[in-house]
Protein backbone atom coordinates (compact mmCIF):
# COMPACT_ATOMS: atom_id res chain seq x y z
CA UNK A 1 0.00 0.00 0.00
CA UNK A 2 1.49 3.30 -0.60
CA UNK A 3 1.94 5.73 1.49
CA UNK A 4 1.33 9.35 2.11
CA UNK A 5 3.93 11.85 3.77
CA UNK A 6 2.32 14.82 5.40
CA UNK A 7 3.19 17.46 7.89
CA UNK A 8 1.39 19.05 10.82
CA UNK A 9 1.61 22.12 12.45
CA UNK A 10 4.87 21.52 13.97
CA UNK A 11 5.62 17.77 13.13
CA UNK A 12 6.15 15.46 9.97
CA UNK A 13 4.50 12.05 9.44
CA UNK A 14 3.81 9.13 7.25
CA UNK A 15 0.26 7.76 7.21
CA UNK A 16 -1.47 4.81 4.75
CA UNK A 17 -2.78 6.75 1.56
CA UNK A 18 -6.05 5.27 3.07
CA UNK A 19 -5.94 7.66 5.41
CA UNK A 20 -7.06 10.91 3.16
CA UNK A 21 -10.00 12.23 4.52
CA UNK A 22 -10.68 13.87 1.03
CA UNK A 23 -9.39 14.04 -2.48
CA UNK A 24 -7.19 16.66 -2.49
CA UNK A 25 -5.35 15.53 0.91
CA UNK A 26 -6.42 18.54 2.86
CA UNK A 27 -7.24 16.67 5.98
CA UNK A 28 -6.39 13.13 7.14
CA UNK A 29 -7.70 10.78 9.67
CA UNK A 30 -6.14 10.23 13.08
CA UNK A 31 -7.20 7.55 15.40
CA UNK A 32 -7.80 8.85 19.14
CA UNK A 33 -5.32 6.10 20.58
CA UNK A 34 -2.31 5.89 22.19
CA UNK A 35 1.04 6.30 20.61
CA UNK A 36 2.16 2.56 20.31
CA UNK A 37 -1.67 2.16 19.24
CA UNK A 38 -1.47 4.37 16.30
CA UNK A 39 2.11 3.33 15.21
CA UNK A 40 0.99 -0.09 14.91
CA UNK A 41 -2.11 0.97 13.12
CA UNK A 42 0.30 2.50 10.64
CA UNK A 43 2.61 -0.65 10.14
CA UNK A 44 -0.53 -2.78 9.53
CA UNK A 45 -2.33 -0.32 7.16
CA UNK A 46 -5.72 -0.84 8.62
CA UNK A 47 -8.38 1.12 7.41
CA UNK A 48 -9.54 4.42 8.91
CA UNK A 49 -12.84 4.21 11.34
CA UNK A 50 -15.33 6.71 10.49
CA UNK A 51 -15.38 7.62 14.02
CA UNK A 52 -11.80 8.55 14.18
CA UNK A 53 -10.89 12.60 13.97
CA UNK A 54 -9.64 14.48 11.26
CA UNK A 55 -6.96 16.89 10.89
CA UNK A 56 -5.63 19.28 8.64
CA UNK A 57 -2.35 18.34 7.05
CA UNK A 58 0.17 19.58 4.69
CA UNK A 59 0.51 16.52 1.57
CA UNK A 60 3.98 16.46 0.84
CA UNK A 61 4.45 13.25 -1.73
CA UNK A 62 3.46 9.61 -2.07
CA UNK A 63 6.24 6.19 -1.66
CA UNK A 64 5.43 2.62 -1.85
CA UNK A 65 7.75 0.90 1.14
CA UNK A 66 8.59 1.95 4.67
CA UNK A 67 11.90 2.40 4.49
CA UNK A 68 11.06 5.08 1.71
CA UNK A 69 8.64 6.85 3.79
CA UNK A 70 11.48 6.92 6.92
CA UNK A 71 14.07 8.34 4.84
CA UNK A 72 11.81 10.94 3.44
CA UNK A 73 10.38 11.48 7.02
CA UNK A 74 14.13 11.97 8.20
CA UNK A 75 14.80 14.03 5.00
CA UNK A 76 11.38 16.05 5.89
CA UNK A 77 12.53 16.39 9.48
CA UNK A 78 15.40 18.10 8.90
CA UNK A 79 13.88 20.40 6.12
CA UNK A 80 11.37 21.71 8.21
CA UNK A 81 13.88 22.81 10.68
CA UNK A 82 11.19 22.14 13.52
CA UNK A 83 11.87 23.30 17.19
CA UNK A 84 9.47 21.76 19.54
CA UNK A 85 10.95 22.70 22.86
CA UNK A 86 10.48 26.46 22.49
CA UNK A 87 7.74 28.32 24.14
CA UNK A 88 6.73 29.79 21.34
CA UNK A 89 6.14 26.54 19.65
CA UNK A 90 4.91 24.98 22.70
CA UNK A 91 2.04 27.72 22.99
CA UNK A 92 0.81 27.12 19.12
CA UNK A 93 0.78 23.71 20.11
CA UNK A 94 -1.63 24.05 23.02
CA UNK A 95 -4.11 25.72 21.02
CA UNK A 96 -4.19 23.84 18.01
CA UNK A 97 -7.31 21.70 18.46
CA UNK A 98 -8.06 18.94 18.09
CA UNK A 99 -6.89 17.05 21.06
CA UNK A 100 -7.64 13.85 22.31
CA UNK A 101 -7.66 11.69 25.62
CA UNK A 102 -4.91 8.53 26.45
CA UNK A 103 -6.32 5.97 28.73
CA UNK A 104 -3.30 3.94 27.87
CA UNK A 105 -1.23 3.35 30.83
CA UNK A 106 2.05 3.07 28.41
CA UNK A 107 2.36 7.02 27.98
CA UNK A 108 1.88 8.46 31.78
CA UNK A 109 5.37 9.37 31.88
CA UNK A 110 4.63 11.70 28.98
CA UNK A 111 1.09 13.33 30.07
CA UNK A 112 1.16 16.11 32.29
CA UNK A 113 -2.99 16.12 32.25
CA UNK A 114 -5.68 14.00 30.50
CA UNK A 115 -5.29 15.45 27.35
CA UNK A 116 -2.15 15.66 24.80
CA UNK A 117 -1.73 17.24 21.69
CA UNK A 118 -1.62 14.68 18.58
CA UNK A 119 1.09 17.36 16.61
CA UNK A 120 3.08 16.97 20.04
CA UNK A 121 3.31 13.46 20.21
CA UNK A 122 4.18 13.02 16.99
CA UNK A 123 6.53 15.60 17.08
CA UNK A 124 8.42 14.42 19.82
CA UNK A 125 8.10 10.84 18.16
CA UNK A 126 9.89 12.02 15.23
CA UNK A 127 12.45 13.66 17.48
CA UNK A 128 13.19 10.33 18.76
CA UNK A 129 13.77 9.03 15.79
CA UNK A 130 16.00 11.42 14.36
CA UNK A 131 17.97 11.34 17.71
CA UNK A 132 18.65 7.52 17.29
CA UNK A 133 19.79 7.97 14.07
CA UNK A 134 22.21 10.38 14.80
CA UNK A 135 23.59 8.05 17.91
CA UNK A 136 23.40 4.61 15.48
CA UNK A 137 26.00 7.13 13.13
CA UNK A 138 27.98 8.40 15.56
CA UNK A 139 28.12 4.69 16.99
CA UNK A 140 29.29 3.53 13.13
CA UNK A 141 31.40 6.05 13.04
CA UNK A 142 33.32 5.51 16.40
CA UNK A 143 33.48 1.46 15.54
CA UNK A 144 35.01 2.28 12.42
CA UNK A 145 37.61 4.21 13.93
CA UNK A 146 38.55 1.32 16.21
CA UNK A 147 38.48 -0.82 13.80
CA UNK A 148 40.83 1.02 11.74
CA UNK A 149 43.22 1.75 14.65
CA UNK A 150 42.95 -2.04 15.54
CA UNK A 151 43.91 -2.98 11.92
CA UNK A 152 46.49 -0.34 11.53
CA UNK A 153 48.21 -2.32 15.12
CA UNK A 154 47.68 -5.48 13.64
CA UNK A 155 49.89 -4.43 10.45
CA UNK A 156 52.64 -2.37 12.49
CA UNK A 157 52.99 -5.75 14.53
CA UNK A 158 53.52 -7.77 11.54
CA UNK A 159 56.04 -5.47 9.76
CA UNK A 160 58.25 -5.59 12.62
CA UNK A 161 60.69 -8.84 12.46
CA UNK A 162 59.60 -11.37 15.41
CA UNK A 163 61.12 -11.27 17.91
CA UNK A 164 60.88 -13.45 21.41
CA UNK A 165 60.25 -11.77 24.68
CA UNK A 166 62.56 -12.95 27.80
CA UNK A 167 59.66 -13.87 30.65
CA UNK A 168 59.91 -12.73 33.89
CA UNK A 169 59.36 -15.99 35.98
CA UNK A 170 60.44 -14.30 39.43
CA UNK A 171 56.70 -14.57 40.90
CA UNK A 172 55.26 -15.78 44.11
CA UNK A 173 51.76 -16.62 42.29
CA UNK A 174 51.86 -20.69 41.96
CA UNK A 175 49.48 -20.33 39.00
CA UNK A 176 52.04 -18.01 37.17
CA UNK A 177 54.87 -19.87 38.03
CA UNK A 178 53.27 -23.36 36.78
CA UNK A 179 52.27 -21.47 33.39
CA UNK A 180 55.93 -20.26 33.41
CA UNK A 181 57.10 -23.98 33.74
CA UNK A 182 54.82 -25.20 30.72
CA UNK A 183 55.81 -22.52 28.56
CA UNK A 184 59.92 -23.41 29.07
CA UNK A 185 58.60 -26.74 28.08
CA UNK A 186 56.68 -25.87 25.26
CA UNK A 187 59.90 -23.67 23.73
CA UNK A 188 62.42 -26.74 24.52
CA UNK A 189 60.23 -29.15 22.77
CA UNK A 190 60.01 -26.64 19.80
CA UNK A 191 63.73 -26.14 19.34
CA UNK A 192 64.11 -29.93 19.12
CA UNK A 193 61.29 -30.41 16.47
CA UNK A 194 63.41 -27.43 14.76
CA UNK A 195 66.43 -29.78 15.14
CA UNK A 196 65.53 -32.33 13.90
CA UNK A 197 63.57 -31.28 11.49
CA UNK A 198 66.69 -29.55 10.09
CA UNK A 199 68.82 -32.57 10.14
CA UNK A 200 65.96 -34.40 8.02
CA UNK A 201 65.48 -31.52 5.55
CA UNK A 202 69.25 -31.09 4.94
CA UNK A 203 70.14 -34.86 4.93
CA UNK A 204 67.69 -35.78 2.49
CA UNK A 205 68.20 -33.27 0.41
CA UNK A 206 72.08 -33.81 0.02
CA UNK A 207 70.98 -37.76 -0.94
CA UNK A 208 67.90 -37.49 -3.08
CA UNK A 209 69.67 -37.61 -5.85
CA UNK A 210 72.33 -40.22 -4.50
CA UNK A 211 68.96 -42.46 -4.22
CA UNK A 212 68.12 -43.19 -7.14
CA UNK A 213 70.89 -46.10 -7.34
CA UNK A 214 68.25 -48.00 -6.17
CA UNK A 215 66.10 -49.22 -8.64
CA UNK A 216 62.47 -49.78 -6.31
CA UNK A 217 60.07 -51.29 -6.39
CA UNK A 218 62.54 -55.04 -7.02
CA UNK A 219 60.50 -56.61 -9.86
CA UNK A 220 63.06 -59.93 -9.99
CA UNK A 221 65.31 -61.81 -8.07
CA UNK A 222 68.35 -60.43 -10.04
CA UNK A 223 67.02 -57.16 -8.92
CA UNK A 224 67.04 -58.38 -5.33
CA UNK A 225 70.16 -59.76 -5.31
CA UNK A 226 71.54 -56.96 -6.49
CA UNK A 227 69.92 -54.53 -3.96
CA UNK A 228 71.30 -57.21 -1.31
CA UNK A 229 74.71 -56.79 -2.31
CA UNK A 230 74.83 -52.81 -2.16
CA UNK A 231 72.89 -52.93 0.99
CA UNK A 232 75.84 -54.94 2.96
CA UNK A 233 77.57 -51.59 3.07
CA UNK A 234 76.82 -49.15 5.28
CA UNK A 235 76.39 -46.48 3.80
CA UNK A 236 74.03 -47.80 1.05
CA UNK A 237 72.09 -48.85 3.87
CA UNK A 238 72.13 -45.54 5.22
CA UNK A 239 70.96 -44.53 1.74
CA UNK A 240 68.31 -46.76 1.79
CA UNK A 241 66.71 -46.08 5.06
CA UNK A 242 66.66 -42.18 3.92
CA UNK A 243 64.85 -43.05 0.94
CA UNK A 244 62.17 -44.76 2.46
CA UNK A 245 61.83 -42.37 4.69
CA UNK A 246 60.30 -40.07 2.17
CA UNK A 247 57.55 -42.46 1.67
CA UNK A 248 56.22 -41.17 5.11
CA UNK A 249 52.87 -42.43 6.87
CA UNK A 250 50.62 -41.23 9.08
CA UNK A 251 50.60 -44.54 11.67
CA UNK A 252 53.51 -47.14 11.93
CA UNK A 253 51.14 -49.88 10.09
CA UNK A 254 50.39 -47.07 7.26
CA UNK A 255 54.18 -46.57 6.73
CA UNK A 256 54.66 -50.18 6.60
CA UNK A 257 52.40 -50.74 4.13
CA UNK A 258 53.50 -48.10 1.63
CA UNK A 259 56.92 -48.79 1.90
CA UNK A 260 56.29 -52.51 1.34
CA UNK A 261 54.35 -51.44 -2.01
CA UNK A 262 57.67 -49.14 -2.76
CA UNK A 263 60.03 -52.18 -2.27
CA UNK A 264 58.80 -54.78 -4.09
CA UNK A 265 56.18 -55.40 -6.93
CA UNK A 266 53.22 -57.33 -6.46
CA UNK A 267 54.64 -60.37 -8.36
CA UNK A 268 57.54 -60.56 -6.39
CA UNK A 269 55.30 -60.06 -3.00
CA UNK A 270 53.40 -63.00 -3.30
CA UNK A 271 56.66 -65.18 -3.37
CA UNK A 272 57.45 -63.87 -0.08
CA UNK A 273 55.89 -64.37 3.35
CA UNK A 274 57.56 -63.30 6.76
CA UNK A 275 59.07 -66.80 8.38
CA UNK A 276 58.58 -68.56 5.06
CA UNK A 277 56.01 -70.59 5.86
CA UNK A 278 53.66 -72.18 2.87
CA UNK A 279 56.76 -73.06 0.61
CA UNK A 280 57.39 -69.63 0.64
CA UNK A 281 60.50 -68.20 0.71
CA UNK A 282 62.12 -66.45 3.73
CA UNK A 283 61.79 -61.96 3.89
CA UNK A 284 62.73 -61.56 7.60
CA UNK A 285 66.53 -62.80 6.39
CA UNK A 286 67.30 -60.07 3.70
CA UNK A 287 68.61 -56.57 4.42
CA UNK A 288 65.29 -54.87 3.00
CA UNK A 289 63.37 -56.30 6.27
CA UNK A 290 66.54 -54.95 8.39
CA UNK A 291 65.96 -51.60 6.43
CA UNK A 292 62.35 -51.34 7.16
CA UNK A 293 62.73 -51.64 10.52
CA UNK A 294 65.69 -48.81 10.97
CA UNK A 295 63.16 -46.40 8.98
CA UNK A 296 60.81 -47.23 11.44
CA UNK A 297 63.10 -46.14 14.43
CA UNK A 298 63.58 -42.85 13.09
CA UNK A 299 59.89 -41.85 13.81
CA UNK A 300 59.10 -44.02 17.31
CA UNK A 301 60.39 -46.89 19.22
CA UNK A 302 57.67 -49.71 17.86
CA UNK A 303 58.63 -53.38 19.18
CA UNK A 304 60.44 -55.21 16.30
CA UNK A 305 57.51 -58.24 16.60
CA UNK A 306 54.72 -55.33 15.97
CA UNK A 307 56.74 -54.04 12.55
CA UNK A 308 57.38 -57.69 11.58
CA UNK A 309 53.42 -58.71 11.94
CA UNK A 310 52.78 -55.56 9.56
CA UNK A 311 55.30 -56.59 7.38
CA UNK A 312 54.10 -60.08 7.33
CA UNK A 313 50.00 -58.70 6.74
CA UNK A 314 51.65 -56.99 3.90
CA UNK A 315 52.79 -59.99 2.14
CA UNK A 316 50.32 -61.92 3.24
CA UNK A 317 47.57 -59.57 1.03
CA UNK A 318 49.92 -58.21 -1.86
CA UNK A 319 47.14 -59.85 -3.89
CA UNK A 320 44.68 -57.62 -3.23
CA UNK A 321 47.07 -54.99 -4.81
CA UNK A 322 45.62 -52.85 -8.04
CA UNK A 323 41.91 -54.67 -7.80
CA UNK A 324 43.71 -58.26 -7.13
CA UNK A 325 40.10 -58.91 -4.88
CA UNK A 326 38.24 -57.40 -7.67
CA UNK A 327 39.32 -59.13 -9.92
CA UNK A 328 39.14 -62.78 -8.31
CA UNK A 329 35.50 -62.07 -6.98
CA UNK A 330 34.84 -61.62 -10.81
CA UNK A 331 36.35 -65.05 -11.73
CA UNK A 332 33.51 -67.68 -11.79
CA UNK A 333 36.24 -70.56 -10.55
CA UNK A 334 37.23 -68.42 -7.92
CA UNK A 335 33.48 -68.44 -6.42
CA UNK A 336 32.69 -71.77 -6.81
CA UNK A 337 35.86 -72.42 -4.70
Given amino acids: ?166 IDTTTDDPFKRKLFTILEELKYGQKNILRVLESLTAANSATHLATRQFNLPITCDAELEQIENKLQNTENFEIMVKELILIGGDTVKMCTQLIMKKIMSKEMSLIYSLQGRKGKRQFNKLKVFHAILAVQSKFSNPEECVISKYIGTALATAGDRDGGRKERQKDPANIMN
Fill in 1 to 166: MPWDIIHWDNCVDYVPQSWAANESRTRYYWPPKSKHQIQKLILLEVEPDKNWDTHVAEYKKTVTTVEEALNALQESAYASNLDSSTEETTRKSKRRKPNFLIDSSEDEFELQSNKVSVKQKRSKHITDVNETVNDNELNTKQYLANAETSTNLRKGERSKSTTVTK
